[in-house]
């Protein structure tokens, strides 16, 4: 891909519209808007423009339209799979200014807030009026809301309220050419023309910039617990997940995490856990309205995991011991990432599949040499798989891509998806056709055509080329 490169009148007009000070040209400026959370790749923009405002974004999206100038729409930059790389160049369009939380409506029970508000901003914020945004990213406390949008942005907690999408009542959305559209709002029930809602969740930038969204809220629900129970295998904590879903239990998160993440995280975190020897563990969350609703739930569960030869289960009712649970789960890709050069797929399965398919990436990466781990949320059999190799070695990333692109097509044989919660971006694109149809991927590409007719938005991404 042709790299775009700004001229001294082209970053003299872009400062006339965004102001001087929120447009960055020097090489230091730009070191954070050059990379995302995607593995070690680097590639660093002409020029970033920070504005305030959608008649900002409006302006900055037509000038760039009309001169063929590529735009990379950025939030937090904590996707992992590229969507926020500025792989030809041109401008970063960097919403970070606009996090303004406009408005918590108690009513309606509706949070309207602008692109660049931090996810875990929007937590505090709502909780702090008794209220409850489910959708939690591990990178709650340094994603945006736009972000989340772009790329219908999953978590733990999606076992039971779904992924972003499901949140979104509506946006506003500029397109390539400057227009700016509101696709929904505070009403619950509308259906006048088009979704274009649902459209532009999960397009990663590439249909339009999201300026402000409006979120359902609900109640906070006043009691949690936690429990994780330690399996001798695979099969038995899968086992486990079956039944659990089996028996009628409504879990707010069911986690899996295998021996080899454990043994990485616990290390990292310094933390000692019960059970070194299990293969895999579940970690699992119930919240409620009552606490008896949320004990007899977890007492059920327990009963379920031992049946299903769980080495033993531990319960935390209080917040300081659920985090403590927590730890070592969240802390499983930082470690992996401290290991040396790696790469991660975010792959989904049918629950029934999530044996055969960890069999599969071990029989996989072990045959190329490489190191793995697998973890993730087990209701939605989305697993966030690690191939790592010790070292800085340059040369593993050809070996990487040939080692994924094996264990996707496998993923997509057990029936399962690309890509669960991060995207396509970058590190899924070229194998997306092992799951899209032909008719699929036209749809897709002339879709992109009628909205960005000139290709300015986020070149490179999602869609692969035709062939």
Known sequence: MERRNLSASELADLAAIVGAPHVLAAKDDLQPYAHDWTEDFIHYPAAAAKPRTTEEVSRLLAFCNERRIPVTPQGGRTGLSGGAL????GLALSLERMNAILEIDMDNFVAVVEAGVVTQTLHEAVEEKGLYYPPDPASRGSCMIGGNVAENAGGPHAAKYGVTGRWVMGVEVVFADGGVAVTGGKTRKDVAGYDLTSLVLGSEGTLGV???AWLRLIPKPPHWATLVAPFPTLEDAARCVLELHRRGLVLSACEFVDKPSIDLSSKKKGVGVPFPEAEARLLLEFDGSSEA???RDVTLAGEIALECAALDVVLATDEAKRRVLWEVRRGIAEAVHEMGVSAELDLAVPRTQLVPLVTAIRRISGAAGLKSVAFGHAADGNLHVHLWRDGKDPTARTL???????IYAETVRLGGTVTGEHGVGITSKDVLSLYRSPAFLAAMR??????DPNGILNPGKVIPAPG
């Open 86 to 89: 500025p792989l030809a160049g």
């Open 210 to 212: 999201v300026t402000k």
């Open 446 to 451: 002339a879709i992109k055509r009628a909205l």
């Open 400 to 406: 990487f891509g040939k080692t994924a692109a094996e």
């Open 293 to 295: 609703e949320v004990e």
